[in-house]
Nanobody, 110 residues
Framework: VQLVESGGGLVRPGGSLTLSCVASGFMISLYSMSWARQAPGKELEYVSIIDRYDRTTYIESVKGRFSISRDNAKNTVYLQMNSLKPEDTAVYYC?????RGQGTQVTVSS
C-alpha cells in the first residue's frame, strides 16, 4: 500500500499548481482521501477531504481557491490550487486512513 505525491514546486503568489497522488495496493474508490499540509514550525493541518461519494470539504483558508478531485480509473487523487499565497507554503501530503505519502513541497514566493 503506497501513496506517491507529485506536482509541487516553486510558484509566484497568484499562481497555480496541481498536485497528484497515485495510490497503489488499494482502490481509492473505497476510501475517503485527503490532503494535508505542514508548514515549517507548524502542526499538520487537513486541507481538504473527498469521501467515497465525492463529497468534498475544505479548510476555510483555501475555500474557493483549492479543489480536490479523484480519478478512480487512474487510482489518483488531485488537488488543484489556484490563487496561491505565501501562507500556502508547506509540504503537502496525500492520505487515506492509516497511510500518508512522502509529501511534495509547495513554495509560494516572489
Amino acid at each position: 500500500v503506497q501513496l506517491v505525491e507529485s506536482g509541487g514546486g516553486l510558484v509566484r503568489p497568484g499562481g497555480s499548481l496541481t498536485l497528484s497522488c497515485v495510490a497503489s495496493g488499494f482502490m481509492i474508490s473505497l476510501y475517503s482521501m485527503s490532503w494535508a499540509r505542514q508548514a515549517p514550525g507548524k502542526e499538520l493541518e487537513y486541507v481538504s477531504i473527498i469521501d467515497r461519494y465525492d463529497r468534498t470539504t475544505y479548510i476555510e483558508s483555501v475555500k474557493g481557491r483549492f479543489s480536490i478531485s479523484r480519478d478512480n480509473a487512474k487510482n489518483t487523487v488531485y488537488l488543484q490550487m489556484n490563487s496561491l499565497k505565501p501562507e500556502d507554503t508547506a509540504v503537502y501530503y496525500c492520505q487515506k486512513p492509516g497511510i500518508r505519502g512522502q509529501g511534495t513541497q509547495v513554495t509560494v514566493s516572489s
